[in-house]
Every structure is written in structure tokens, then in C-alpha cells.
């Protein structure tokens, strides 16, 4: 399903990652080339060991990368808005590398250095503070003891002078300068690592784009979408008879599906190829597929009922017979009655007809009128023992397929499964020609058991139980092919 959509969107996929990939050049020519300068500082306690200030070094890298304190320091440094500024340890040293970016080496290094100051100022100076307060009062108390003549005073003033020296000599969280003048790399834009994260990343948006299509899609191209967005199985998928193997593929697939239909059918039937809406797809599905089972020796009527639901319109017809093209293949077209007088056939007489021909050992195709649109074609699906299901990829929408099945189950009628096809001009051409054939066919191409004449005939003469069992209700009640019970 997945790589069936992107075959079909194939172009998106194509766009997408294109225009990633432009992008990525774009941006590449455009940008200019950056310079980084580099300046460190170091943590080294007098009275504890490195791997302890690397920990403190790593707290102080966290509070230097972050934006706003980012913000206010390079105010203060004299760095302008939107430089670069970023701090990181060297390994798991008590090292701090404190880098800037600028458009030149000179630059580049100054703001490392300006940056890095102000903020070993920053850091220094709350401790520093903390340290002046304290000498402060060591010194008050030691000007006092020099002062005493008490017989301790000399041991007191020997104390303070010991603390004031511990005090002025200690570094711990001491942030120091060690190297001024890291160095200035310089990075240009790569065409290479610029392009190849645009393309996969381009790629991957491309595919998403198409899977997401395919979800969205109201149309049904592929028997993969009749199956998951209207529940019906896929018999075949018919392609379209375009190109050098294209008309091989077709009438290979269409072969396929007649096997297909007649393998799962009793024995002679009544099928109803039905198409949701209106189009040619389900006529060359039922035109190709009658002259599949005559051509294999199976006797066959065509039963074309598609003249723009006339059913519909006084639900009644004059069924007209002639042969087919193929020996054992009869033709049946329905339609108006041309003067009030002519002799009409309800559907109930049209079921009459079609098990007739079933009893008589011939399969009965119906090429059905849509049928979300005609009742009539609605009422022949019930009627049938099977209905194929065609899905014309160009035309057919899921909402008209939906409903297509959800009436034609209300009506109990049985679904054999969908057909996927692709119909152009050969296959319309192909339509409009067998339906445009002439009333009168050439003689060696009549049938034996099909005569021309009016199927109404035969109808009408088997009103008697010797001659025609009839069934007043829809066939769709019964099993596939079980006969009729008599009047």
C-alpha cells in the first residue's frame, strides 16, 4: 500500500526532495564564511582534586549557554545582538572553552576574550566579595589583638595572621585565565554536508507527503484502496490497454477474472456487473467478460441494461435479442418501448428471463445502469445470483463506492468482490461499437440456440409451468444458481 502510493505520487516525492535539495545549494552559495575565535579559563582548586572542578566546570558551561545570561553579557561586553556565543568543557577537564563567531579573525577572537572576561568577572567577583568581607573582619580583629597586652595575644594575633593567609591564597571555584588566544578556525559552507541532510531530510518529507495523499485520496486507483477505505476484496486489477504491453496485460487480467467468476459460481448463473456511477468501466468489464466464457464454450447472453436507467423511468422494457459476434454468445438490449402497444417486461419479468436462460444452460451477464443513480439497476443486483463490483480508477469516488455497497447490502445482494479498472478511449470505442452493431446480423453468425427475435416472446410463452418456472421474488433470497420453485 505505502509503495504503491509513492509510485503513484511519485512526482511529489520527486518535488519535495528537489526543492529540499535546491534549498541546500541555495542556502550553501548564500552564506558566508564564519570565523570562530576561541579563549579558555580553568578551575584549579589548591585543596581538591581536578576531577571535582570538572564537575563544578560543567555547571558553569550550563549557566553560561543560557540565552537570556547570554543576552546581558554581551551587553555588557561590548558584543553585538545575534553574535554566536557558546561555552563547553574540554572532555571531563575543569577546563571551559568559551568560543564567538564573527565575519573575520580578528573579531572572531576579540569578543572570545571580551566575553570570556566579563564572565570571569562575573563568577569571580560574588566569591571575591565574600573574601573582602571576610579579610575585612580578620583585620579588625588583628588590629585589636596587636593592641592587647593580654598574655594570649601573641598566640591570637599569630591565629588571625594564619586565617588572612589561607583566605588570600585560597582558589577553589576560582575561575582562572588559561590561554588568552585559543586560535580562530574558520568555517565554510559544504555543499556536500549541506546537500546530504537537505536530500534525506527532503526524501523523507516527499514520502510522508505521498503516504498522507494516499490516506486523503477520495479516489480509488488500486485494489489496496477498495479494500481499506470501502471493505470490498479486489477480483483483478484491469489496466488500461496504453502502450507496447499494455493491451497483452489487460486482456491477460481480464481472462483472469472470468475464470475467477465462473470458478466461484454453481454452474450457469445470473452476474450482475454493476459500476457505482455512471461510466463505461462496468460495460467493458461485462463485454469482455461474456465473450471470455463464449469463447471458452460456454454459452453466454449479454444483457445490456445501461441505456441511461430507462428502467427507471416506467420500469418496464421491450428486451430486444440478437447475436453476439462469437458463436454461443446472445446479446439482450433493453430498451424504451417505441409506441404505447409494444410489449413490455417488468423487472420481476426481466427475473423470469434471466432464469430461463440460466435453466437453459447459459450464463446470463448483466451490464447493470449505475447504481447509486438507478433503482431499477439496484433491483437487477438483487435479482442476480453474484455482483461484481466495478471500480473505474479515473471516475469512481470513495463516498459513491460506499454507498454503492452499503445499498446493494441492504438489498441482501450478494457481492462477489470489486474490479479495478482503467478505461480510456480504445475501451470506450470498444463499447460504442459493440452497442452500435446492426439489428441484423449476418446469418452464419446466428446461433443455434439463440434465434433473433423479441426475448419478450419467450417470456410470454412460459407463463405455463411445462415450459418456464417462474419466480414472482427477487432471486437474491435463494443460493447461487438453485432453480427457481414453480408457479
Given at each position: 500500500?505505502?509503495?504503491?502510493?509513492?509510485?503513484?505520487?511519485?512526482?511529489?516525492?520527486?518535488?519535495?526532495?528537489?526543492?529540499?535539495?535546491?534549498?541546500?545549494?541555495?542556502?550553501?552559495?548564500?552564506?558566508?564564511?564564519?570565523?570562530?575565535?576561541?579563549?579558555?579559563?580553568?578551575?584549579?582548586?589548591?585543596?581538591?582534586?581536578?576531577?571535582?572542578?570538572?564537575?563544578?566546570?560543567?555547571?558553569?558551561?550550563?549557566?553560561?549557554?543560557?540565552?537570556?545570561?547570554?543576552?546581558?553579557?554581551?551587553?555588557?561586553?561590548?558584543?553585538?545582538?545575534?553574535?554566536?556565543?557558546?561555552?563547553?568543557?574540554?572532555?571531563?577537564?575543569?577546563?571551559?572553552?568559551i568560543s564567538a563567531s564573527a565575519s573575520d579573525r580578528a573579531t572572531a577572537q576579540s569578543y572570545a576574550i571580551e566575553v570570556a572576561d566579563g564572565f570571569r568577572e562575573d563568577i569571580?567577583?560574588?566569591?571575591?566579595?565574600?573574601?573582602?568581607?571576610?579579610?575585612?573582619?580578620?583585620?579588625?580583629?588583628?588590629?585589636?589583638?596587636?593592641?592587647?597586652?593580654?598574655?594570649?595575644?601573641?598566640?591570637?594575633?599569630?591565629?588571625?595572621?594564619?586565617?588572612?593567609?589561607?583566605?588570600?591564597?585560597?582558589?577553589?571555584?576560582?575561575?582562572?585565565?588559561?590561554?588568552?588566544?585559543?586560535?580562530?578556525?574558520?568555517?565554510?559552507?559544504?555543499?556536500?554536508?549541506?546537500?546530504?541532510?537537505?536530500?534525506?531530510?527532503?526524501?523523507?518529507?516527499?514520502?510522508?507527503?505521498?503516504?498522507?495523499?494516499?490516506?486523503?485520496?477520495?479516489?480509488?486507483?488500486?485494489?489496496?484502496?477498495?479494500?481499506?477505505?470501502?471493505?470490498?476484496?479486489?477480483?483483478?486489477?484491469?489496466?488500461?490497454?496504453?502502450?507496447?504491453?499494455?493491451?497483452?496485460?489487460?486482456?491477460?487480467?481480464?481472462?483472469?477474472?472470468?475464470?475467477?467468476?465462473?470458478?466461484?459460481?454453481?454452474?450457469?448463473?445470473?452476474?450482475?456487473?454493476?459500476?457505482?456511477?455512471?461510466?463505461?468501466?462496468?460495460?467493458?468489464?461485462?463485454?469482455?467478460?461474456?465473450?471470455?466464457?463464449?469463447?471458452?464454450?460456454?454459452?453466454?447472453?449479454?444483457?445490456?441494461?445501461?441505456?441511461?436507467?430507462?428502467?427507471?423511468?416506467?420500469?418496464?422494457?421491450?428486451?430486444?435479442?440478437r447475436p453476439g459476434a462469437l458463436p454461443g454468445l446472445s446479446l439482450i438490449r433493453l430498451t424504451p418501448g417505441p409506441a404505447d402497444d409494444t410489449p413490455i417486461l417488468s423487472v420481476?419479468?426481466?427475473?423470469?428471463?434471466?432464469?430461463?436462460?440460466?435453466?437453459?444452460?447459459?450464463?446470463?451477464?448483466?451490464?447493470?445502469?449505475?447504481?447509486?443513480?438507478?433503482?431499477?439497476?439496484?433491483?437487477?443486483?438483487?435479482?442476480?445470483?453474484?455482483?461484481?463490483?466495478?471500480?473505474?480508477?479515473?471516475?469512481?469516488?470513495?463516498?459513491?463506492?460506499?454507498?454503492?455497497?452499503?445499498?446493494?447490502?441492504?438489498?441482501?445482494?450478494?457481492?462477489?468482490?470489486?474490479?479495478?479498472?482503467?478505461?480510456?478511449?480504445?475501451?470506450?470505442?470498444?463499447?460504442?461499437?459493440?452497442?452500435?452493431?446492426?439489428?441484423?446480423?449476418?446469418?452464419?453468425?446466428?446461433?443455434?440456440?439463440?434465434?433473433?427475435?423479441?426475448?419478450?416472446?419467450?417470456?410470454?410463452?412460459?407463463?405455463?409451468?411445462?415450459?418456464?418456472?417462474?419466480?414472482?421474488?427477487?432471486?437474491?433470497?435463494?443460493?447461487?444458481?438453485?432453480?427457481?420453485?414453480?408457479?
Open positions: 500500500m505505502f509503495m504503491t502510493g509513492v509510485r503513484r505520487y511519485w512526482l511529489v516525492v520527486l518535488a519535495v526532495t528537489g526543492i529540499a535539495v535546491l534549498g541546500a545549494v541555495f542556502a550553501t552559495k548564500t552564506t558566508d564564511t564564519t570565523y570562530v575565535g576561541r579563549t579558555s579559563l580553568i578551575v584549579s582548586s589548591n585543596d581538591r582534586s581536578p576531577d571535582q572542578d570538572a564537575v563544578l566546570v560543567q555547571g558553569y558551561v550550563a549557566y553560561f549557554n543560557d540565552i537570556a545570561y547570554q543576552r546581558e553579557l554581551a551587553g555588557r561586553a561590548g558584543v553585538p545582538d545575534g553574535t554566536e556565543l557558546e561555552a563547553e568543557a574540554a572532555a571531563a577537564s575543569p577546563i571551559m572553552i569571580n567577583g560574588v566569591r571575591a566579595d565574600s573574601r573582602a568581607e571576610q579579610l575585612a573582619s580578620l583585620q579588625t580583629q588583628l588590629d585589636a589583638a596587636l593592641r592587647s597586652s593580654g598574655a594570649n595575644a601573641a598566640a591570637v594575633v599569630s591565629d588571625l595572621q594564619i586565617r588572612i593567609d589561607q583566605i588570600q591564597s585560597d582558589r577553589v571555584n576560582v575561575l582562572q585565565e588559561l590561554q588568552t588566544e585559543g586560535g580562530v578556525s574558520v568555517e565554510e559552507p559544504s555543499l556536500l554536508r549541506n546537500v546530504l541532510p537537505a536530500g534525506a531530510g527532503g526524501l523523507l518529507l516527499g514520502l510522508l507527503g505521498a503516504f498522507a495523499l494516499v490516506k486523503l485520496s477520495r479516489r480509488l486507483p488500486t485494489g489496496g484502496d477498495v479494500a481499506e477505505k470501502v471493505g470490498q476484496p479486489t477480483l483483478v486489477e484491469v489496466p488500461s490497454s496504453r502502450g507496447r504491453s499494455g493491451g497483452v496485460r489487460q486482456e491477460r487480467r481480464l481472462g483472469q477474472l472470468a475464470n475467477i467468476v465462473r470458478g466461484r459460481l454453481p454452474g450457469p448463473s445470473v452476474v450482475a456487473v454493476a459500476q457505482p456511477d455512471a461510466g463505461v468501466a462496468s460495460s467493458f468489464v461485462a463485454l469482455k467478460m461474456a465473450r471470455e466464457w463464449a469463447r471458452q464454450g460456454h454459452p453466454t447472453v449479454l444483457v445490456s441494461a445501461d441505456a441511461g436507467g430507462v428502467l427507471d423511468g416506467a420500469e418496464a422494457v421491450a428486451p430486444q435479442v420481476s419479468k426481466l427475473n423470469e428471463l434471466f432464469r430461463h436462460e440460466t435453466l437453459a444452460g447459459q450464463y446470463v451477464v448483466i451490464d447493470v445502469p449505475a447504481v447509486v443513480e438507478s433503482a431499477a439497476g439496484q433491483a437487477l443486483c438483487q435479482a442476480a445470483d453474484q455482483t461484481v463490483l466495478v471500480v473505474d480508477s479515473r471516475v469512481t469516488r470513495v463516498a459513491t463506492a460506499r454507498e454503492a455497497v452499503a445499498v446493494l447490502r441492504e438489498m441482501s445482494a450478494v457481492l462477489m468482490g470489486a474490479v479495478v479498472a482503467t478505461v480510456g478511449r480504445a475501451e470506450r470505442a470498444e463499447v460504442a461499437a459493440a452497442r452500435e452493431r446492426p439489428a441484423d446480423p449476418p446469418e452464419d453468425l446466428a446461433t443455434a440456440d439463440e434465434p433473433p427475435g423479441d426475448a419478450s416472446d419467450r417470456v410470454d410463452g412460459a407463463e405455463s409451468p411445462e415450459r418456464l418456472p417462474v419466480e414472482t421474488t427477487p432471486s437474491a433470497s435463494r443460493g447461487p444458481g438453485t432453480p427457481a420453485e414453480p408457479r
